[in-house]
């Protein structure tokens, strides 16, 4: 009972915290640092804090007044500047740093803003760093010259150890920008990166609707026209696939373009080819005049988009090639759900020609290339070549990939 009791009460004080933790989180940098200056201003003034700070003067100490406390404030409240004034925000806190020990003040905890002024430079300056860097030299020069004729004890090495430390703090500033940067760049490059993919997957997109639908409607308008003349009551049929082609191809279009608006919203995903619209292209590529048969084996089940789109663009491209140059000769599709992988076959017997075929194009493309990318993508593996005994046949094999609830 007691553990629950201590893990409710642990509960409160951690959702207690989180409240405005979460609102100092989203606040912005000047808010940020103001609150810092401001802090670090009234803890300048605790007296057991007094033995903590930066001191490199030793020189008599003079009781505290006005200008100390002026000098004090001002080696703090400049750090509200220290992300978007970093240079200015050094030149005070070093000049107000300068003269208190100069003028032989007592150490305060103020003087830490030194130290918080020069690792904003090294982090936050973005241009003149050197000049910056070179100024500060030259002050801190200028400010041991002035410490040794005031009768400083401290020696040369002291100077050199304490100029040192002070390098320190500006370098670790430094490495933090770099790393910064390097940080920017690498999300720059990974942007590109993913900006090249997603353009090349577009391409490959627009590559398979318009050659498989700009073929049919070739394939079928020129069976048409020899219709007309040899059977013109059968013609109507053929310029009616056109047409029914057409309409397919501009709502693929209009879903791939849905991918590209401006909002960064896809269109519907009910309108995205999937397994289930095989039979179009099927039915597609018969009204072309394209004998296909086709063949479904097991249970078929909801699988990722990514995966129904690259089974139903391995049937439309072989079926857009079996139409290309092999028009009119038999192909066979074969689609086949397994619980572990989906096999997907299309074969096109040896070519033979008709006189309402076109003659074919030449061979090669970036159509097969693309499918073997989008596959291996999948995990999965595409082979494409000529059958031993003619014709020609494309095979695929890709892991099931279950669609998320």
């Given at each position: 009972m007691m553990d629950r009791q201590t893990a409710r009460a642990a509960d409160r004080g951690t959702a207690f915290l989180r409240v405005p933790l979460g609102w100092w989180e989203t606040r912005g940098s000047a808010v940020k640092d103001g609150a810092l200056a401001v802090a670090l201003s009234l803890l300048a003034f605790v007296p057991?804090?007094?033995?903590?700070?930066?001191?490199?003067?030793?020189?008599?100490?003079?009781?505290?007044?006005?200008?100390?406390?002026?000098l004090t404030l001002?080696?703090?409240l400049p750090l509200a500047l220290r992300r978007s004034l970093p240079a200015l925000c050094l030149v005070a806190v070093g000049a107000a740093f300068a003269a208190h020990q100069a003028l032989g003040f007592a150490t305060t905890f103020g003087s830490v803003g030194l130290y918080l002024a020069l690792y904003s430079a090294g982090a936050h300056?973005?241009?003149h760093r050197r000049a910056l860097a070179a100024a500060a030299s030259a002050g801190y020069a200028v400010l041991a010259v002035v410490l040794h004729t005031l009768g400083s004890p401290q020696h040369v090495l002291d100077y050199v150890a304490f100029y040192l430390s002070l390098t320190v703090v500006w370098l670790g500033g430094s490495?933090?920008?770099?790393?910064?940067?390097?940080?920017?760049?690498?999300?720059?490059?990974?942007?590109?990166?993913?900006?090249?993919?997603?353009?090349?997957?577009?391409?490959?997109?627009?590559?398979?609707?318009?050659?498989?639908?700009?073929?049919?409607m070739v394939v079928q308008a020129d069976a048409a026209q020899?219709?007309?003349?040899?059977?013109?009551?059968?013609?109507?049929?053929?310029l009616t696939a056109v047409s029914d082609t057409g309409r397919r191809a501009l709502t693929e279009l209009r879903h791939l373009l849905g991918v590209l608006e401006a909002t960064g919203q896809s269109a519907p995903a009910d309108r995205a080819p999937t397994l289930g619209k095989v039979g179009d292209l099927i039915e597609q590529a018969r009204r072309s005049r394209q004998p296909v048969e086709f063949t479904e084996q097991g249970e078929r089940r909801r699988q990722a988009v990514d995966l129904e789109l690259a089974c139903y663009r391995i049937v439309q491209e072989a079926l857009t090639n079996a139409m290309k140059y092999a028009p009119g000769a038999r192909t066979a599709v074969a689609v086949r759900h397994g619980k572990e992988r989906i096999e997907i076959e299309v074969t096109t017997d040896a070519a033979t020609l008709s006189p309402a075929a076109p003659e074919p194009g030449p061979a090669g493309g970036r159509?097969?290339?693309?499918?073997?990318e989008r596959v291996l993508m999948l995990d999965g593996e595409l082979e494409a070549g000529p059958r031993p005994e003619g014709g020609f046949r494309v095979h695929a094999v890709i892991p099931s990939k279950p669609a998320q609830e």
């Amino acid at each position: 009972m007691m553990d629950r009791q201590t893990a409710r009460a642990a509960d409160r004080g951690t959702a207690f915290l989180r409240v405005p933790l979460g609102w100092w989180e989203t606040r912005g940098s000047a808010v940020k640092d103001g609150a810092l200056a401001v802090a670090l201003s009234l803890l300048a003034f605790v007296p057991t804090l007094s033995n903590i700070g930066a001191q490199i003067g030793d020189l008599p100490q003079r009781p505290a007044d006005a200008l100390s406390i002026g000098l004090t404030l001002a080696q703090t409240l400049p750090l509200a500047l220290r992300r978007s004034l970093p240079a200015l925000c050094l030149v005070a806190v070093g000049a107000a740093f300068a003269a208190h020990q100069a003028l032989g003040f007592a150490t305060t905890f103020g003087s830490v803003g030194l130290y918080l002024a020069l690792y904003s430079a090294g982090a936050h300056q973005a241009s003149h760093r050197r000049a910056l860097a070179a100024a500060a030299s030259a002050g801190y020069a200028v400010l041991a010259v002035v410490l040794h004729t005031l009768g400083s004890p401290q020696h040369v090495l002291d100077y050199v150890a304490f100029y040192l430390s002070l390098t320190v703090v500006w370098l670790g500033g430094s490495v933090v920008r770099r790393r910064r940067v390097e940080e920017v760049e690498r999300q720059r490059l990974a942007g590109e990166v993913a900006a090249a993919d997603e353009r090349a997957r577009i391409a490959r997109e627009l590559h398979d609707v318009v050659t498989h639908h700009v073929t049919a409607m070739v394939v079928q308008a020129d069976a048409a026209q020899f219709l007309i003349a040899s059977a013109p009551d059968r013609a109507g049929e053929g310029l009616t696939a056109v047409s029914d082609t057409g309409r397919r191809a501009l709502t693929e279009l209009r879903h791939l373009l849905g991918v590209l608006e401006a909002t960064g919203q896809s269109a519907p995903a009910d309108r995205a080819p999937t397994l289930g619209k095989v039979g179009d292209l099927i039915e597609q590529a018969r009204r072309s005049r394209q004998p296909v048969e086709f063949t479904e084996q097991g249970e078929r089940r909801r699988q990722a988009v990514d995966l129904e789109l690259a089974c139903y663009r391995i049937v439309q491209e072989a079926l857009t090639n079996a139409m290309k140059y092999a028009p009119g000769a038999r192909t066979a599709v074969a689609v086949r759900h397994g619980k572990e992988r989906i096999e997907i076959e299309v074969t096109t017997d040896a070519a033979t020609l008709s006189p309402a075929a076109p003659e074919p194009g030449p061979a090669g493309g970036r159509g097969l290339a693309g499918l073997r990318e989008r596959v291996l993508m999948l995990d999965g593996e595409l082979e494409a070549g000529p059958r031993p005994e003619g014709g020609f046949r494309v095979h695929a094999v890709i892991p099931s990939k279950p669609a998320q609830e």
